[in-house]
């Protein structure tokens, strides 16, 4: 009752529309008054329930549970909204009562590991909080000491008072500019807006962009900008706006390491930890479960032992008895037996369970479960039956339907049909001829019918139990009954068409059949439906979060958002706009604008800032559900495609392994067997033998040539089919395809001789196999591992040069010598760079300018020098026709390609005049001479052929991508072709209505202009398949895709205008598509990349000849740390009498540490207390403000700076006095002290500029702010979690190089190529080619391309540079030329945000949870990050960083530390002895250890890194060594660092002392002394025993000396 009650609650609220001025429809009225009763029967739930449980005090009390909590705040607020009238509507909680039902199903595993998963990441996201917001804070402060007051300047007409934007003059531009104020920047900035000189002029009255929410005026309002700058929405345009107040020159310093540090990195460890969290929550509920099973299992089995021992002593009672007659007997015998059989088949159906109904059951006429009762006697009658002639004839006709079902033509011809289906459907488009229209109103009968033939004839040959086995007929079954409706719908109502018959296209995923994908793409079908659960689960606590916050932000925000100049589309008046809204905010669209309305709907504009306190409500959403509920959907892919990777794995395994045992099969049979009719005929039988074993196939689809369908089961994706003779044909192609296999495997080697990179199972053609077994390729190959090597010189290839340069040529000696040459490489490399260089510094606009014919010249140079590499190459390599020769290498293909195109473009540069964009397409692949490095960067290579692998992986998903993607692109064509035109007059709504003129009123303008009437179509339309596919794909990446939905659900019909609000239904479309594609598909694509570079890292691991098991990533990672760390130094002055000495001990004490952290938190707040109050200053009216004339204002800057400088004096002295401490050699020792110096320094510059400079230089003296901020970054030393998370993003950093290096070549390729197709294109600040974002030149190209990158709006940038944009006057290109090309921006921008954002960015989040495991991993293990603590505690000891400390002060100082770095204080001390018998350092003379080789030793114990018994430790100790050698070959060059890791045996044995030693004497010594005691206790015993036995015995003599004790005794 009380759950009904809830959905009744969320129901009433939900039907509440919400109008303006709280004004209420009679159903709002009428529902209001259900309020009461609501809240009464919650009343009545939390009275029962407080009665039955008690209130707090005790146990298991009401408020002690969190639901119970909620329901109480629920029923308080309640009753108190009925009692008071007041403002705030408290209703709003009742809406969290919807998660109540969380409680009901949270026994559901699958919800459960979803939810605990979230709540157990909590205390790691919580810290990953705590980081972010220390970063926005930073950020902030230095926004605000840079841009504060920068945005309230505009410009204003001549003439006019007030700061109304009535006033402000746009000009030419979309909307109103922040300008350069010259009174209050008065150092000259280069580029920024200036107002037009005699009509405006730039006066600091403006409120400033977005109602003045977009600022940096005070701490509030610059957090809450670098928060949305963070989430990349909006932050393009804070930069411009600061580009226009103050100059383009260092904005781009604040602002793009925001976004790199904020959003690649710190929101990114969000999804590193979620993920973790998953993995570890689906581990432990499916270890609890399968617990769980095999105990009740075991239960059953042994109540089941137990009852059968009953009734087995029972009868033996009975057979025992006299009167049990025989008949009683022998019944008994004959049950026992058959309960025998009975359980000899029980034990062994399980591993029979998965293959029960297998094909011969199908083609045997054995029947499945209750199909099979009565129909005996049925058979019987027809066999013997009037009609039995014609039941055969039916028997036989059946069979060889099925027979004709499972044939490979009929396969085929279903395929070839549904392919023909698919391109007739995808052939419509808006504005095809008749014909077409009628043609493909016929061909939909057409395929309908034979569709449905095909159906009915499956389920006649099949059978209807069997047919609907298969998931696949399920599917098509579905979609044909659908089709059927459809179709009858459409000839009822004209034209309306779902497009629903378009998805018989995902029939063609059966092709992957006969592909080597299938197995992979099947394996990650099933690992998905296993965790389908899991997604429900997910999409179900995905609805009740947007419900919930959909509810609350209806009571919020209902009927508030209705402003003068209109609603804006995202609001939440009514119950599906608020889904909607809150659904948009979620996907991360534009959601700063709905905040921009809902705080300006609560205040902003009249100076009442109570708006910006519902802020809140947007930043809660966004950080919940954008980042924290959809990453776990990316946490479910990544652990998904790990589980398929595994399967296919191992599956893999299996087939390399049966493989290999036929051709050991057959390399017997050729050893045993000379002659050749023998030897074939027994390869046929063995190869039969194969092709049997061969069948074991895992179908999940009807008939194809690979699998059958017969059987009821094996449709079903964990079914696998044992089947013999299943298909002749098919097993015939089998063992013809084995046949082929095993022929050729015998050639295999001699074709492995290509090792640059072309694949070598491509070359194993039939051609090949004509070579001979006397040729010698299988020598070259060997060579060509060993050139690879560093060191000496390749050899040359023992083959001829282009049929004329042999071996010993002299000509091609000398190219070999040449090639060889040490410096060759080194050379090209600098050219390829000299040659970058000169592409970027090229002259887009101007083709003839002087710069760009110098560079010309240097071009033919360059062109020179790569033709000769070329010639030389060739030359000693050879063309092709041999291994390894030039052409065999993909990389020279691509050499060879950039110099041919060059050579010819330079050739026809003066003679094809006509062909001139051929020609400068053709020198545009200059771009791609970067590239060439790839190969000659070993570390570079390894990042790029991990983005290959990630590509070779990702291929089969791609194409799975493709065909969902045009299903949907069918079906939006279906629904929206021809419905997206409008008139610019908007009470127009046809092409024939929308012609004239009509007058237009502009924002703040007064009188209206005449302006022509258009009739025009939205940018993004589903007119054709090309554009729908292209409109989807926007959507997909999350941009712009607000405006497409309010564009389809105002369409209305085809060639009419928009009628807002007319297809509401319509969004059911596009969250469809966004939980398909972007919360699914773009996650999976994200996941492969993650899982490919972890691969990755374990392959190098693994070619390093490791065992897996013996080092994991953290274990190489701790080494690392030990190979290269080293003891710090604490400096102490040695008289303790001195003045210095007593400095020293101030400085290092703990309370003169808390008041230097003391005085950063105050300066911190202080340098938050700055705030911009320009407006009110200039204009003398308040506005709410404190202050209400410009000098209180000029008063509180002054008490300002006053405190800064107070406090730059205290941190002079904390300086001063540290370096009167430790000396000046000492002090710049700590890296920590060199940062204290130079800020204060900069602190100090700072207010010696701030007092006595003046801002007439050039140099921007405001960079020394940035010291101010500077001290912050001093806090984060203090606390542990925040330095672990530090030093993982300094590992983080380590690892990223070559991926940035790659990232940046990937820009640089994009950024040349815009640069030479749209660099001149006219700017046009309406468009998004403006004077802000352009291909002007190489830098503005990178700034655009980032922009792209983070997504923010390219598509615009896409629009702009389509053909028939006007051309920039400078480019001598006239109006009758345009700039631009369709084509080319289509391909450009679809394939820079496909490679950008769905690959390479998408390696930083690889790295980041490659590197931060360690968040959720078991603390206990030892880890990188813990090992910073063992240098801490060393220092402690050792302050002069010798390296060395006595063997006792290292057992002190591991018991001190906590696990998993020492012992702990709590650890007994015989087992602390164990460990250090374990390490066994050696100890010097002086009875010291070393740093290294303790700190070694410990992680090699902890670890467990290459430790066994005793006796094989020296041979560990050996591998280890040489294991080092291999993965550290620069380290381990140095011998005694070697040493000092690993100590020779020398060192260890002989008379050298060592801890073990030590130690092992101590606990000898504490057994002896135990054994002692133990000795003496006894003996003490023993002692006291015989004593004993004295006195008794003595008593007894006694007793029997005294006559009546004797006589009491007897």
Known sequence: MVLLTIIANCIVLALEEHLPNDDKTPLAVQLEETEIYFVVIFLVEALLKIVALGFVLHKGAYLRNIWNIMDFVVVVTGIITMAASSQLDLRTLRAVRVLRPLKLVSGIPSLQVVLKSIIRAMTPLLQVCLLVFFAIIIFAIVGLEFYSGAFKSACFKLGTVGNDEENIYIGDEANIRPCWDKTQNAAGYFDAFKCQENVSECRARWVGPNYGITSFD????????????????????????????????????????????????????????????????????????????????????????????????????????????????????????????????????PSDENNEDNDDDLLSDINIGSYSLGRSKIQSRKRTGRCAAFWKAEKHFRYSLRRLVKSQPFYWTVI??????????????????????????????????????????????????????????????????????????????????????????????????????????????????????????????LFLFILIFALLGMQLFGGEMNFDDGR???????????????????????????????IRAHGIEEGDKTGMFYSIYFIILVVFGNYTLLNVFLAIAVDNLTNAQEMTAAEEEEEVGRKEHLEEVRKDVQNQFTDQSQRNKLEKEVLEEGAAVQAVTVNICPPSPANNEENPKVSNFNYISFSKDSNHQNDLKNNKNTANAVAKKSNISQNEFDNDGLDTENNNKPADSNNSEE???????????????????????????????????????????????????????????????????????????????????????????????????????????????????????????????????????????????????????????????I????????????????????????????????????????????????????????????????????????????????????????????????????????????????????????????????????????VVFFIVFPFFFVNIFVALIIITFQDQGEAELEDAQLDKNQLSAIDKQCIDFAINARPTSRYMPKNKKTIKYKIWKLVVSTKFEYFVMTLIALNTIVLMMKFSNKTSGDTGQGRGQDFQNNQDQHKYERVLISINIIFTILFTIECVLKLLAFGIKNYFHDPWNVFDFITVVGSIIDVLVNEFGTYNSMFNVGVFRLFRAARLIKLLRQGYTIRLLLWTFLQSFKALPYVCLLILMLFFIFAIIGMQVFGNIKLDSQTDINRHNNFRNFLYALMLLFRCATGENWQAIMMACLSGRPCDPESGLNPPKTCGSSAIAYVYFVSFMFLSSFLMLNLFVAVIMDNFDYLTRDSSILGPHHLDEY??????????????????????????????????KNCPTKFAYRKLIRMNMPVANDNTVHFTTTLFALIRESL???????????????????????????????????????????????????????????????????????????????????????????????????????????
Request: hydrophobic share 45%.
């Open 1431 to 1464: 240098v801490r505690e060393w220092a402690e000891i050792d302050p002069g960083a010798t390296g060395r400390i006595n063997y006792q002060d290292m057992y002190e100082m591991l018991k001190n530390m906590e696990p998993p770095v020492g012992f702990g």
């Open 218 to 349: 005070n701490i509030a309002y610059a957090m809450l900008t670098v928060f949305q700058c963070i989430t990349m929405e909006g932050w393009t345009e804070v930069l411009y706006y600061t580009n226009d107040a103050i100059g383009p020159y260092i904005n781009w310093l604040y602002f793009y390491p925001l976004i790199i540090l904020g959003s690649f990195f710190m929101l990114n460890l969000v999804l590193g930890v979620l993920s973790g969290e998953f993995a570890k929550e689906r581990l432990r509920v499916e270890n609890r479960r399968s617990y769980i099973k095999l105990r009740r299992q075991q239960q059953i089995d042994m109540e089941l032992s137990g009852y059968l021992e009953w009734i087995c002593k029972a009868e033996e009672v009975i057979l025992n008895e006299e009167r049990t007659t025989d008949e009683d007997k022998l019944r008994i015998m004959e049950a026992r037996k058959r309960a025998a059989t009975k359980m000899k088949k029980m034990g062994k159906e």
């Open 935 to 1070: 190969n000659r960067v070993p570390k570079l290579k390894a990042v790029f052929d991990c983005v290959v692998n990630s590509l070779k992986n990702v291929a089969n998903i791609l194409i799975v991508y493709m065909l969902f993607q045009l299903i949907f692109a069918v079906i939006a064509v279906q629904l929206f072709k021809g419905k997206f035109f409008y008139c610019t007059d908007e009470s127009k709504s046809t092409e024939e209505e929308c012609r004239g003129q009509f007058f237009y009123y502009e924002e703040f303008e007064d009188t209206p202009t005449v302006q022509n009437r258009e009739w025009l179509r939205h940018d993004f339309h589903y007119d054709n398949l090309f554009e729908a596919m292209l409109t989807l794909f926007t959507v997909t990446t999350g941009e712009g895709w607000p405006n497409i939905l309010h564009n389809s659900m105002d369409s209305t019909y085809e060639d009419q205008g928009p009628k807002p609000g007319n297809r509401m239904e319509m969004a059911i479309f596009y």
């Open 568 to 598: 804006p589309d995202a609001h939440f008046d009514t119950f599906p706009i608020a889904l909607l809204t809150v659904f948009q905010i979620l996907t991360g669209a534009d959601w700063n604008e709905v905040m921009y309305a809902g």
């Open 775 to 933: 040729d010698p390729p299988p020598q070259p190959p060997k060579k060509e591992e060993e050139e690879g090597a560093f060191g000496g010189p390749r050899p040359m290839l023992p083959y001829s040069s282009m049929f004329i340069f042999g071996p010993k040529n002299p000509i091609r000696r000398f190219c070999h010598f040449v090639v060889n040459l040490r410096y060759f490489d080194l050379f090209i490399m600098i050219v390829i760079c000299a040659s970058s260089f000169a592409l970027a510094t090229e002259e887009p606009v101007n083709e003839k300018a002087l710069r760009n014919q110098i560079l010309n010249y240097f071009d033919y140079v360059f062109t020179i020098v790569f033709t000769i590499e070329m010639i030389l190459k060739v030359i000693d390599l050879g063309v092709f026709l041999h291994p390894g020769s030039y052409c065999r290498n993909l990389w020279n293909i691509l050499d060879a390609t950039v110099v041919i195109c060059a050579l010819v473009a330079f050739f026809f540069q003066d003679t094809a005049s006509k062909n001139l964009n051929t020609i400068k397409s053709m020198r545009v692949l200059r771009v791609l001479r970067p590239l060439k490095t």
């Open 416 to 541: 070839v049909l549904v392919f023909l289906n698919t391109v007739c459907t995808a052939s419509e488009h808006y504005g095809q001829a008749e014909w077409h229209e009628q043609f493909l109103y016929y061909t939909e009968f057409v395929f309908l019918g034979l569709f449905i033939f095909e159906m009915l004839i499956k389920m006649y040959g099949l059978g209807i139990r069997t047919y609907f086995q298969s998931s696949f007929n399920i599917f098509d079954c579905g979609v044909i009954i659908v089709s059927i409706i459809e179709v009858i719908w459409s000839y009822y109502k004209d034209g309306a068409s779902f497009g629903i018959s378009t998805l018989r296209a995902l029939r063609l995923l059966r092709v992957f059949k006969v592909t080597r994908y299938w197995s992979s793409l099947r394996n990650l079908v099933v690992s998905l439906l296993s965790s389908m659960r899991s997604i429900v689960s997910l999409l179900f606590l």
């Open 1504 to 1610: 467990s890194i290459k430790m066994g018994p005793v006796e094989e430790m020296d041979k560990l100790d050996d591998e280890l060594r040489e294991l080092i050698r291999k993965m550290w070959p620069v380290q381990a060059r140095k011998k005694k660092l070697l040493n000092l890791l690993v100590p020779h045996n020398s060192e260890l044995n002989d008379n050298h002392m060592t801890v073990g030693k030590i130690y092992v004497g101590l606990i000898i010594a504490e057994n002896w002394r135990a054994y002692k005691a133990s000795q003496s206790k006894m003996n003490n015993l023993k002692m006291v025993e015989d004593k004993e036995e004295v006195s008794n015995h003595g008593d007894t003599q006694s007793a029997d000396l005294d006559p009546k004790t004797a006589t009491t005794s007897v």
